[in-house]
Every structure is written in structure tokens, then in C-alpha cells.
């Protein structure tokens, strides 16, 4: 069975045992631990193996895991999380701006409020981001029909006096 595998079966087992804020208390606490040293030192690439992170933070291997699901689409290399070993060597090569986005996106203000990230990017360029994130979710219907086209049916009559009613 892959550790991805692992980690998805256990994150179901313990939300059931333990409920799902004791989940994310645990998780949250393990995630912030590991962005705060990775956002400490941002300017190196941090080479590790998921057995390597969990024992860097007294964590177990599927925790690890779960981090490494939680950064994949942050990482200018992805990996197929199916495929990793524990003892595998990851090169953890982050795109920080798609990170910082990321956890806009996911809510996770507890991560993108680390004192951390002031010397990664300036309050502006955070601002930008998280602009950027907002308007590319705005929908624009670009191709707006004026009351007197033609109507897109093919009738052949007017807009305002077909579909348009």
C-alpha cells in the first residue's frame, strides 16, 4: 500500500475516532511547525525524505505525507504521491508565490499570517497576490448579445424580439 494511500486511510480513521477539529487541531500544529522553518529559510532548497521531515518533527510518516499532499501544488516539480517511499529524497524547489496563493486559497490564514513571510515578500506584493487570486475567479461573459443583434437561436430576428422576451 503507497504512504499516500496510508495517509488518506488514516486521515479517515482519525476523524472518525477523534472528530475532525481534533484532526486539524494536530494537523494545523504539524503544517505550521514545518512552513515556519521552510519560510525561515526560503532562499535554500530543502532536500528531505518524508521519514527525514517526520523525524525533524516528531511526527509520524503519513503526517508527512499529508504535508508533502498539501505543498505538491506549490512545488515547481511535482511528484506522483502514489509512487514516493518513505526514505525517497525529495527536492522540495517552491514556487512561493503559487504557496502563498495556495494558502489564501485554502483559508489557511494560520500560514499565510506567519511572521515569515515579511521576508519573502513585501505587504504589497502579498496584497497583489491575493488580488491577482480574487480577480482570476471573476467570471466575464465577454461575448454579451446587444438587444438589437441578431438573436444566437438562428431565427434570423432580433434579440429583443425572440430570446431576449
Same mark, same amino acid.
Given at each position: 500500500m503507497s504512504l499516500y494511500k496510508q495517509w488518506t486511510d488514516m486521515v479517515v480513521e482519525y476523524v472518525k475516532t477523534n472528530g475532525e477539529q481534533a484532526f486539524w487541531r494536530e494537523y494545523g500544529s504539524i503544517?505550521?511547525?514545518?512552513?515556519?522553518?521552510?519560510?525561515? /529559510?526560503? $532562499?535554500?532548497?530543502?532536500?528531505?525524505? !518524508?521519514?527525514?521531515?517526520?523525524?525533524?518533527? &516528531?511526527?509520524t510518516v503519513e503526517f508527512a505525507m499529508g504535508f508533502l499532499d498539501g505543498? /505538491?501544488? $506549490?512545488?515547481?516539480?511535482?511528484?506522483? !504521491?502514489?509512487?514516493?517511499?518513505?526514505?525517497? &529524497?525529495?527536492?522540495?524547489d517552491i514556487n512561493y508565490e503559487e504557496l502563498y496563493a495556495n494558502m489564501i486559497d485554502a483559508k489557511a490564514d494560520y500560514l499565510y499570517e506567519l511572521p515569515q513571510w515579511e521576508a519573502i515578500f513585501s505587504v504589497e506584493k502579498r496584497k497583489q497576490i491575493e488580488k491577482e487570486l480574487k480577480q482570476s475567479r471573476i467570471v466575464r461573459n465577454e461575448d454579451k448579445i446587444g438587444r438589437n443583434d441578431p438573436c444566437p437561436c438562428g431565427s434570423g430576428k432580433k434579440y429583443k424580439k425572440c430570446c431576449g422576451k
Amino acid at each position: 500500500m503507497s504512504l499516500y494511500k496510508q495517509w488518506t486511510d488514516m486521515v479517515v480513521e482519525y476523524v472518525k475516532t477523534n472528530g475532525e477539529q481534533a484532526f486539524w487541531r494536530e494537523y494545523g500544529s504539524i503544517e505550521k511547525r514545518i512552513y515556519t522553518d521552510l519560510l525561515s /529559510n526560503h $532562499s535554500t532548497v530543502t532536500k528531505v525524505s !518524508l521519514k527525514g521531515l517526520a523525524d525533524k518533527f &516528531e511526527t509520524t510518516v503519513e503526517f508527512a505525507m499529508g504535508f508533502l499532499d498539501g505543498i /505538491n501544488d $506549490s512545488l515547481k516539480e511535482q511528484y506522483d !504521491l502514489e509512487k514516493i517511499t518513505a526514505d525517497e &529524497e525529495l527536492v522540495l524547489d517552491i514556487n512561493y508565490e503559487e504557496l502563498y496563493a495556495n494558502m489564501i486559497d485554502a483559508k489557511a490564514d494560520y500560514l499565510y499570517e506567519l511572521p515569515q513571510w515579511e521576508a519573502i515578500f513585501s505587504v504589497e506584493k502579498r496584497k497583489q497576490i491575493e488580488k491577482e487570486l480574487k480577480q482570476s475567479r471573476i467570471v466575464r461573459n465577454e461575448d454579451k448579445i446587444g438587444r438589437n443583434d441578431p438573436c444566437p437561436c438562428g431565427s434570423g430576428k432580433k434579440y429583443k424580439k425572440c430570446c431576449g422576451k
